[in-house]
């Protein structure tokens, strides 16, 4: 499976941006999802994940009311909306995939980098104060 985040870019605070991973290979209908960062110097942060149907969402409590995560299994794409974006959400932001979606139940298993089988390459968020 190969992933690759899109959308990034330099946004004032305030403002929204739209990230979107697309995946290619493999079924990606069958896989969980989520959304890491990493800012300059810090390991992966979890921000948010979404089961295969999209049906169940997950979120770190630095997104939630701000992000939301969704699907689009006929296009074989995930999303972040990001709305109310603030300095400290500067990073690069990266998408991840996972074959045991039961990991997404367990807030430890799913806010750890290590329980995602593929990962795509980031894309840059800059939010400017």
């Known amino acids: 499976v190969q992933l690759q985040a899109s959308g990034g870019g330099l946004v004032q605070a305030g403002g929204s941006l739209r990230l979107s991973c697309a995946a290619s290979?493999?079924?990606?209908?069958?896989?969980?999802m989520g959304w890491f960062r990493q800012a300059p110097g810090k390991e992966h942060k979890f921000i948010a994940a979404?089961?295969?149907?999209?049906?169940?969402?997950y979120y770190a409590d630095s997104a939630k009311g701000r992000f939301t995560i969704s699907r689009d299994n006929a296009k074989n794409t995930v999303y972040l909306q990001m709305n109310s974006l603030k300095p400290e959400d500067t990073a690069v932001y990266a998408c991840?995939?996972?074959?045991?979606?039961?990991?997404?139940?367990?807030?430890?298993?799913?806010?750890?980098?290590?329980?995602?089988?593929?990962w795509g390459q980031g894309t840059l968020v800059t939010v400017s104060s």
């Open positions: 991840a995939a996972v074959r045991n979606t039961g990991i997404l139940l367990s807030s430890r298993a799913r806010s750890t980098p290590r329980s995602y089988d593929y």
């Open positions: 979404i089961s295969w149907g999209g049906g169940n969402t």
């Open positions: 290979g493999g079924n990606f209908g069958s896989y969980g």
